[in-house]
């Protein structure tokens, strides 16, 4: 029995109604519950029918009640005009009301509803694609409780759908916020989480290639008083030394908080209020090369303290505006206190930096059902953020290519403050055999940078040409190749040969402002041509200014079908065009090396009588700096991506669903840098084609790119003790940028080796996971996430042909080309696993990001037990106490995060930098 709003609003709306159960039958328990939509809109006027009896239909503000229910397991069938219907098997007596999801009619689902509040509305759209995942009830409990650990997982997930994961688009309740950095709500508020949902679906910009969609939903207030506290502590004995550290450090975490729902008024109004505070004790290890004027290299290796003091907070409020209109109102903020971020791999810890950042959200959200056919949803987000920075010293910094990175950070103190307006309107339509979301999305940003980088000057010995020095260290008249810890040793006692390779710095004023504006339109249907054939036709429009483009028309098309009546097969396909974006920040790199109010200069080879002090050395004396400026191609199109899609799942029996995915991709229109006024003879000081002594890095769309990904994924959750999914991604995405418009090519103009797959992008991506009831009420989880055959790019560590990119490869040396020694320092090469290379001389370059990195395996685990306080199952604040074990990297594996790419130092090929080792944790939650 279905009620319209229609039947409502003429006067029929029903009180609480009751099942033609005797209340005066015993040994029965009343069942309860509200009905919403899954933004938390209520449905009045639902029918909620009992196993075969008669119907009830929920209040005005979606409330319903069976009076008298027998113990034992019973179905409860939900049903409202333009809704899914829903099943729920639910075992009475229990302790909860019911919170029941509808989400618009596409498919019928069924669930199974328990205390950990699986979400009926947590369903994937017909014509998703294999790597999409809802994450919810137990699943969702078996994930990291730490906010930062979350997002790895969730970002690990999400490079399921190709692409690194750190470049995962990440909303809360529909608002996908600034560009400044990621936070997500605490996990306790989360209701439930959709990783990769119907990537081309028009409602979303970013392609599968792009990193992956990640969209978090928080829970609804509760119609009676229940909260939590919580703690979890972390000591040093607990954990293991990171892979590089020589000793043992004192890492720990201290996590606490507490959380509070219930009602405001008696009826259509509650809250969600949640506060935690951390300390976290980690350290960097630094595993750099030190060396002295005499040419002694020293290891150095320290454990650099990196704590963080970090808040997080959430206050939510649902408030029933009348039968048909709810609004929903939050706040949300995050301030964490960092010092010596930057330290750690070759980087010194005087080359590191204490660092403030906060995010403050302010979100308003208005549903309206405008008839059992309609709804409206209204967003508008208020974000301020920003990161401030102060650097440990303020002194030049010096890199010696492949060894070691010491003095002032080159950021300098930095301040970098956002005020993000996000206005985000849509309406769905429920016809009867199509649904139909039209809407926009709009952003303002303004932005306050002070941008200080390089202003305290950067000293940078990368080796190069040199002259061959006698038994007294003159020069002679021969030449010879020398590596950046040579050089420096030169430089160390003022031989011949020991200028610095380069010395930059940034004059005039560091204060930047802009504003960005983001505007997109969209239109998608998803139309059930048949019972098992559905289609989904999508369009989506977007424009920008700064950079201004505005060609970006989407179509977007997805095809699903199951050929069985029992829909065990499910087989789909999928086509569409996607653009690019250009983010506040990157404009904001282009306008602070504008030429004018900051300039950037580069002294080549700058002299510095007597012994190299880097604090005191005047680089401009009697020198002929070059100038750095950044330019935007005029007319600069937006990127765009062609992407298809295939793929099937099937059901074979007891639960299991396997699903495979193949997608193809073409790129093009990509942003890149070149420098079009490069010296024409190599040489910094030499001809260029359009003034002297300048270069003039534009933003071109010169880039091609292309890819595919092939996706195999096995899952269970209907098994009775264990449930699981365990999946596989190889992903090849090869172009000539890298996917940041700031790279350049080697040598401008030119192609050679550019095509390469992007540096960090693992090849192959392993994923799983498992959540295990064990004897005892004992409950394990574990989450898995392997990544092998990362690349990183391989470089001479100097400026071969002077246009200012220090991103040269060496050459195939010729075949009897001498090995390079102590006493072979002038056309050789070095024996690598990547060929005999040469850092000068004549023949072809290596290709970009040719070097191979080792696999990573992350293993998260958790061990719980929940006791139950109060056995009383008709308690209307039943207590319980869990208690849990949790470990990330349980493995102890050394996942190496950094290796040497500079061809000739002390460090190539070597990895030196990694995540951290195990951690473990143990926690109390007390919930009431």
């Known amino acids: 029995m279905n009620q319209s709003l229609f039947a409502l609003a003429a006067g029929v709306a029903p009180a609480l109604a009751f099942s033609t159960t005797a209340p005066a039958q015993t040994g029965c328990t009343p069942v309860a519950g509200v009905v919403?939509?899954?933004?938390?809109?209520?449905?009045?006027?639902?029918?909620?029918?009992?196993?075969?009896?008669?119907?009830?239909?929920?209040?005005?503000?979606?409330?319903?009640?069976?009076?008298?229910?027998?113990?034992?397991?019973?179905?409860?069938?939900?049903?409202?005009?333009?809704?899914?219907?829903?099943?729920?098997?639910?075992?009475?007596?229990?302790?909860?009301?019911?919170?029941?999801?509808?989400?618009?009619?596409?498919?019928?689902?069924?669930?199974?509803?328990?205390?950990?509040?699986?979400?009926?509305?947590?369903?994937?759209?017909?014509?998703?694609?294999?790597?999409?995942?809802?994450?919810?009830?137990?699943?969702?409990?078996?994930?990291?409780?730490?906010?930062?650990?979350l997002l790895r997982e969730l970002q690990q997930m999400a490079a399921a759908g190709g692409g690194s994961p750190s470049s995962a688009t990440v909303s809360v309740d529909g608002f996908q916020g600034g560009d400044n950095h990621v936070t997500l709500p605490p996990k306790s508020s989360i209701a439930y989480i959709?990783?990769?949902?119907?990537?081309?679906?028009?409602?979303?910009?970013?392609?599968?290639?792009?990193?992956?969609?990640?969209?978090?939903?928080?829970?609804?207030?509760?119609?009676?008083?229940?909260?939590?506290?919580?703690?979890?502590?972390?000591?040093?004995?607990?954990?293991?030394?990171?892979?590089?550290?020589?000793?043992?450090?004192?890492?720990?975490?201290?996590?606490?908080?507490?959380?509070?729902?219930?009602?405001?008024?008696?009826?259509?109004?509650?809250?969600?209020?949640?506060?935690?505070?951390?300390?976290?004790?980690?350290?960097?290890?630094?595993?750099?090369?030190?060396?002295?004027?005499?040419?002694?290299?020293?290891?150095?290796?320290?454990?650099?303290?990196?704590?963080?003091?970090?808040?997080?907070?959430?206050?939510?409020?649902?408030?029933?505006?009348?039968?048909?209109?709810?609004l929903i109102a939050s706040f949300d903020a995050w301030h964490n206190h960092r010092e010596n971020v930057g330290a750690g791999g070759s980087t010194l810890a005087e080359g590191a930096y204490d660092g403030e950042l906060y995010d403050h959200n302010v979100h308003l959200t208005d549903v309206t059902t405008l008839s059992a056919k309609a709804m409206h949803e209204a967003r508008l987000g208020i974000e301020i953020d920003g990161r401030d920075q102060v650097p440990n010293s303020f002194k030049p910094q010096l890199q010696v290519a492949g060894a070691f990175t010491s003095g002032g950070n080159s950021d300098g103190a930095l301040r970098d403050h956002e005020v993000d307006a996000e206005f985000d309107d849509d309406v769905i339509f429920n016809f009867s055999k199509h649904l139909l979301k039209v809407g926009f999305q709009s952003e303002f940003l303004r932005e306050r940078f002070r941008y200080t980088n390089k202003f305290n000057g950067s000293w940078i010995f990368g080796g190069g040409t040199a002259p061959v020095l006698d038994a007294n260290h003159n020069a002679t008249a021969g030449s010879e190749t020398i590596t950046g810890v040579e050089q420096y040793v030169r430089a160390l006692n003022g031989w011949a040969g020991g200028a610095p390779t380069q010395y930059s710095n940034v004059s005039g004023t560091p204060t930047l402002n802009m504003t960005q504006y983001r505007f997109a339109f969209f239109v998608q249907d998803d139309w059930k041509v048949l019972p098992r054939l559905h289609v989904a036709l999508g369009l989506r429009y977007y424009t920008q200014n700064k950079p201004m483009v505005h060609n970006n028309i989407n179509p977007r098309l997805g095809i699903s079908w199951a050929p069985d009546k029992k829909s065990t097969w499910t087989l789909h396909a999928h086509a569409g065009l996607f653009s690019g974006r250009f983010t506040a920040h990157s404009f904001a790199q282009l306008l602070g090396m504008d030429g004018t109010d900051r300039v950037t200069s580069l002294i080549y080879s700058p002299m510095c009588p007597g012994s190299f002090d880097p604090d005191t050395c005047n680089a401009f004396l009697g020198a002929t700096p070059l100038q750095s400026i950044r330019t935007i191609q005029p007319h600069l199109p937006n990127l765009f991506y062609g992407i298809e899609n295939i793929g099937f799942s099937h059901t074979i029996g007891k639960g299991w669903t396997i699903s495979a995915d193949y997608h193809l991709a073409q790129f093009w229109h990509y942003t890149r840098t070149e420098n079009i006024n490069a010296p024409t003879n190599g040489d910094p000081l030499g001809p260029r084609p359009l003034q002297p002594n300048v270069n003039i890095l534009q933003w071109q769309p010169t880039a091609r790119g292309y890819g595919n990904v092939v996706f195999m994924g096995l899952s269970n959750q209907s098994l009775k003790r264990v449930q699981l999914t365990i999946g596989s991604t190889r992903q090849a995405i090869i172009d000539e940028n890298n996917d940041d418009p700031?790279?350049?090519?080697?040598?401008?103009?030119?192609?050679?080796?550019?095509?390469?797959?992007?540096?960090?992008?693992?090849?192959?991506?392993?994923?799983?996971?498992?959540?295990?009831?064990?004897?005892?009420?004992?409950?394990?989880?574990?989450?898995?996430?392997?990544?092998?055959?990362?690349?990183?790019?391989?470089?001479?560590?100097?400026?071969?042909?002077?246009?200012?990119?220090?991103?040269?490869?060496?050459?195939?040396?010729?075949?009897?080309?001498?090995?390079?020694?102590?006493?072979?320092?002038?056309?050789?090469?070095?024996?690598?696993?990547?060929?005999?290379?040469?850092?000068?001389?004549?023949?072809?370059?290596?290709?970009?990001?040719?070097?191979?990195?080792?696999?990573?395996?992350?293993?998260?685990?958790?061990?719980?037990?929940?006791?139950?306080?109060?056995?009383?199952?008709?308690?209307?604040?039943?207590?319980?106490?869990?208690?849990?074990?949790?470990?990330?990297?349980?493995?102890?594996?050394?996942?190496?995060?950094?290796?040497?790419?500079?061809?000739?130092?002390?460090l190539f090929n070597q990895p030196y930098q990694a995540d951290n080792g195990r951690r473990v944790e143990g926690g109390l939650r007390y919930s009431f």
Not at 131 to 143: A, D, E, N, Y
Not at 827 to 852: D, S, V
């Open 194 to 326: 959709k990783v990769n949902p119907d990537l081309f679906s028009s409602e979303y910009r970013n392609p599968p290639f792009g990193g992956g969609q990640i969209e978090v939903y928080t829970k609804p207030g509760q119609s009676a008083y229940h909260g939590a506290v919580f703690t979890t502590n972390s000591s040093a004995w607990m954990n293991a030394r990171d892979p590089f550290s020589v000793t043992r450090a004192a890492i720990g975490k201290q996590r606490y908080g507490f959380e509070l729902t219930g009602p405001i008024r008696s009826k259509g109004s509650d809250f969600i209020l949640n506060l935690e505070h951390r300390s976290i004790d980690n350290f960097a290890t630094v595993n750099a090369v030190g060396v002295n004027a005499a040419g002694v290299q020293t290891a150095i290796l320290q454990n650099v303290p990196a704590p963080q003091r970090l808040w997080v907070g959430m206050a939510k409020v649902d408030w029933q505006l009348g039968s048909k209109n709810t």
């Open 742 to 906: 700031f790279t350049a090519p080697q040598t401008t103009g030119s192609n050679a080796g550019e095509f390469a797959r992007r540096a960090g992008n693992a090849l192959w991506n392993v994923f799983g996971n498992a959540t295990a009831k064990l004897p005892w009420a004992l409950q394990l989880s574990g989450n898995l996430n392997a990544q092998g055959d990362r690349l990183f790019n391989i470089t001479t560590g100097f400026d071969n042909n002077g246009d200012g990119n220090f991103n040269d490869r060496p050459r195939l040396a010729a075949t009897g080309t001498p090995i390079c020694s102590a006493s072979v320092t002038s056309n050789c090469g070095y024996r690598t696993p990547y060929g005999f290379l040469a850092t000068a001389g004549a023949g072809p370059t290596l290709g970009r990001n040719a070097g191979h990195m080792p696999w990573t395996f992350n293993l998260d685990t958790n061990l719980q037990r929940t006791f139950k306080l109060r056995h009383d199952a008709k308690a209307e604040h039943p207590q319980s106490l869990t208690a849990n074990v949790r470990s990330s990297n349980v493995l102890n594996h050394r996942n190496v995060s950094s290796v040497g790419s500079v061809v000739g130092s002390p």
């Open 36 to 149: 919403h939509d899954a933004t938390s809109a209520i449905i009045p006027g639902a029918s909620v029918r009992l196993d075969s009896n008669d119907a009830v239909l929920g209040d005005a503000y979606g409330r319903f009640r069976i009076a008298c229910v027998p113990a034992g397991r019973h179905m409860l069938h939900i049903t409202f005009d333009g809704f899914s219907s829903v099943d729920l098997p639910v075992s009475v007596p229990r302790a909860a009301d019911l919170a029941v999801r509808m989400v618009p009619a596409v498919v019928t689902t069924s669930v199974d509803v328990s205390d950990n509040d699986d979400d009926p509305a947590a369903e994937n759209s017909p014509v998703s694609t294999g790597p999409t995942q809802t994450i919810k009830g137990q699943q969702l409990q078996s994930l990291a409780d730490d906010p930062d650990d």
